[in-house]
């Protein structure tokens, strides 16, 4: 008896190492049991519990809306009916016809996932039978069947590689068709002025038209390749598993159903575990594109800032934005953490557990496998047998199983799709509104400082959507506003109605105070804003040519700043050559930079090159060229020498272009025949303009307004001298009598 409790005692006798790695093993599960179980049963309640979530989370989503770009109003990105209903508005883009390149490439993308299933079948059985040749010891069966495996790698790889590539090119397919609508929308009908200027749900279309885009293209693109080839994999391998226990006589029921209840409660558990990715996504592009808007925005004003010194004000909101970004990324990386870790323990070790006993129950119970009463050589060749069918059939159940695992895996892919997916929707959708005229903009709210500043003009803003209710007329000849009002796109009504008429051979001189309205009417007539009542009657856009203070310089060569914007053929079908432009050059004083900068095919950044004068002289110039019937100058000459601006506004005059001008300069009033005055408070007046008793009223004016400043010193000087005098002074007196 004692001899046999020692011997049951040695073998069941740790070593100090042995029971030291066991220890650890079980701290560590009960700390990861210890940690995950809150973590679960918070999701299950969540999960539950959807409703009260919602009204409780209300608070904080109104919290987080002012910092979210065109976010007010929408529910987050979720995989729900929205969503399918996006994608499939979406799918109209990506396949416009039935027969198309994209699905071309779709078609062989699929037949190369077909391809790569079956494929995976057949390696499984040769894998198979190559064990099963080893088994038997038979060398010549194995080296034949290693090469016949070596030989189908070559096929197989090639799929595989074919496989990646295809996906990258329908990729690539879906952006192209996406950006090329985009491209086409954004450009119509002005709408890149209208959805910065006018609408405020998109805060930076550069970041959904490049990267929004790209990464919707791509994950489209993955997911259809990591759903398509799963749900094939598990379909077909499934069939070939079920098959192969009804050919042995085993009852493929039991594991079918274990299968089917591991995968139902696997996907229950990472559903309510799951993270709302598709929200946290769309979250961390928004915080990426404003980050690129920070950037551009220094780019954009470089010298003014380095003039201000200002660089500490401007790192520090660039710290400020990488900083919520980060935050952003951090949270979508420890939320994913601990969804992973959950993920691969169900799905890697949970999983193979259940494989185990799915392939060993098949081949113990069934009667074609059962030893019986054979001899020893047909019992040594029924072990091959089962040999070779378990290793099939793990591998098998191995590529099942990595195919449950990606399906299930997807939603995660899922989810974030759905993020890119309202964006690009979204950009899709407000393009389209702008196009039509729908304009949503936020309510600019005042402070009570202002509103009292104000109040005679509180009833000059127009609160909710502003409808478009006027009409606009192309016409031949003249320009005539009857009843349109200056309405700003926050809806300020800075004119209520206006009513003027310009025919051909007039020269409209435009002046007022600052914010009275004149670069906005200026907006209307060249279409940038809506006539939201009234008609006007203007000539179409080709007869009317804008000249902007700051004219803008375009990428290209010389030539090209000054036909902007045609091209090089454009000019050519109008009958220009070089000679012309270096009349027209000549015309602006700006000749001397052709030999300057190397000739009209210099290549250079205009913007940097050319000093303010020439730039505006540059701006002028394209009006010579274009030679519209009226031309709007916004003070376009402003840092032009006088004498240079006079002859320039002569030779517009002589070449029979009809100036509205926008100018503060007197030296230019005797170029206009007719003066729209605005007052700044809504009112306006149009009139013939007399230059001889403006300039005298002006001169006038300046005069008394030197005489005047000096009174308030010579007032306190004699209010001083009074003092030392002790005495009072006449004009004391005289107010006193009064």
């Known amino acids: 008896m004692t001899h046999m409790l020692h011997a049951a005692a040695r073998r069941v006798q740790w070593s100090r190492a042995s029971a030291a790695k066991r220890a650890a093993c079980l701290l560590a599960a009960a700390y990861g049991l210890r940690v995950l179980y809150p973590i679960i ?10 409703g009260g979530s919602q009204d409780g989370g209300g608070a904080e989503r109104g919290r987080e809306a002012p910092h979210r770009a065109g976010g007010r109003g929408r529910a987050s990105p979720a995989v729900n009916a929205e969503f399918f209903k996006q994608l499939l508005e979406l799918r109209k883009l990506f396949f416009p016809k039935l027969v198309s390149p994209e699905l071309g490439l779709l078609c062989l993308h699929s037949v190369a996932l077909v391809s790569r299933t079956f494929l995976s079948i057949y390696v499984a059985a040769l894998d198979g039978k190559i064990v099963k040749s080893i088994v038997e010891k038979k060398p010549r069966s194995f080296v034949f069947k290693l090469i016949k495996w070596l030989m189908i790698a070559i096929p197989a790889t090639f799929v595989n590689s074919t496989i990646r590539y295809l996906e990258c090119k329908l990729a ?74 009804r050919s042995r006589g085993a009852n493929p029921i039991g594991p079918t159903l274990l299968a089917g209840l591991v995968v139902y409660a696997t996907a229950r558990v990472l559903k309510a575990c799951s993270p709302k990715f598709g929200k946290l996504v769309a979250e961390e592009a928004h915080k990426k ?61 949970v999983w193979s557990s259940c494989g185990m006993i799915m392939v060993a129950v098949p081949i113990i119970t069934a009667t074609g496998f059962a030893d019986g009463e054979l001899e020893d050589g047909q019992k040594q060749a029924m072990v091959s047998e089962r040999t070779e069918a378990f290793t099939t ?40 509104e702008v196009k039509r005229g729908i304009y949503k903009r936020t309510a600019v709210i005042q402070g009570s400082e202002n509103n009292s500043k104000n109040e005679d003009k509180a009833e000059l803003h127009i609160d909710g959507p502003l409808e478009i209710r006027g009409k606009v007329i192309d016409v031949d000849h003249g320009i005539i506003c009857e009843n349109v009002p200056i309405i700003t796109p926050n809806g ?33 007539l060249s279409g940038l804003w809506p006539v939201y009542e009234g008609v006007l009657y203007k000539p179409p856009p080709q007869h009317m040519f804008y000249i902007p203070q700051r004219p803008y310089m375009s990428i290209g060569t010389l030539r090209d700043q000054v036909i902007y914007p045609d091209s090089v053929d454009d000019m050519h079908e109008k009958g220009y050559q070089d000679q012309d432009l270096e009349c027209i050059l000549h015309m602006v004083h700006l000749y001397h930079i052709v030999q300057r900068e190397g000739g009209w095919d210099a290549i250079m950044d205009w913007k940097d090159v ?37 002859k320039i506004f002569q030779a517009a005059k002589a070449a029979g272009i009809s100036l509205l001008s926008i100018t503060h300069r007197p030296s230019l009033w005797k170029y206009h025949t007719h003066l729209l005055q605005f007052d700044g408070q809504g009112g306006w007046c149009f009139e013939q303009l007399d230059t001889a008793i403006r300039l005298s009223l002006s001169e006038e004016k300046q005069r008394l307004e030197s005489q005047l400043a000096g009174i308030p010193k010579m007032q306190q000087r004699l209010n001083e001298l009074c003092k030392i005098l002790g005495e009072d002074s006449v004009l004391k007196t005289m107010d006193k009598e009064e």
């Open 41 to 50: 049963r918070r999701r299950m309640k969540r999960a539950g519990g959807k």
């Open 289 to 349: 594109g404003y980050l690129r808007f920070m950037h551009s925005r220094i780019i954009a004003n470089v010298e003014e800032i380095a003039f201000y010194r200002g660089h500490k004000v401007e790192m520090k909101q660039l710290q400020k934005s990488y900083k919520a970004l980060a935050d952003q990324m951090n949270l979508i990386l420890s939320k994913r953490l601990w969804y992973i870790m959950i993920e691969q323990f169900l799905m890697k070790y």
């Open 492 to 524: 300020d009504v800075v004119v209520s109605r206006l009513n003027f008429k310009v025919q051909e051979g007039m020269n409209l001189l435009i002046t007022g105070p600052n914010g009275c309205g004149k670069s906005s009417l200026f907006r209307i």
């Open 172 to 245: 690539l397919a879906f952006r192209t068709r996406l950006v090329d609508h985009a491209y086409e929308t954004y450009f119509a009908n002005q709408t890149y002025y209208r959805v910065i200027s006018m609408d405020g749900r998109l805060a930076n279309p550069d970041q959904s038209l490049t990267e929004d885009i790209m990464m919707f293209s791509q994950s489209v693109a993955h997911l259809y390749s990591n759903l398509t080839k799963p749900i094939l994999d598990v379909v077909l391998t499934s069939y070939t598993l079920i098959r192969t226990a």
């Open 610 to 646: 050319l000093s303010g004068g020439e730039k505006q002289r540059m701006g002028m110039a394209r009006m010579f060229y274009h030679k519209p019937k009226y031309a709007l100058l916004d003070e376009c000459t402003s840092a032009v020498s006088i004498d240079v601006e006079g």
């Open 393 to 432: 059939s793990r591998n098998l159940l191995i590529s099942g199983a990595d195919a449950i695992e990606r399906i299930m895996s997807s939603y995660k892919e899922v989810t974030e799709l759905a993020g890119y997916t309202a964006r690009v929707y979204n950009m899709f959708s407000v393009f389209d």
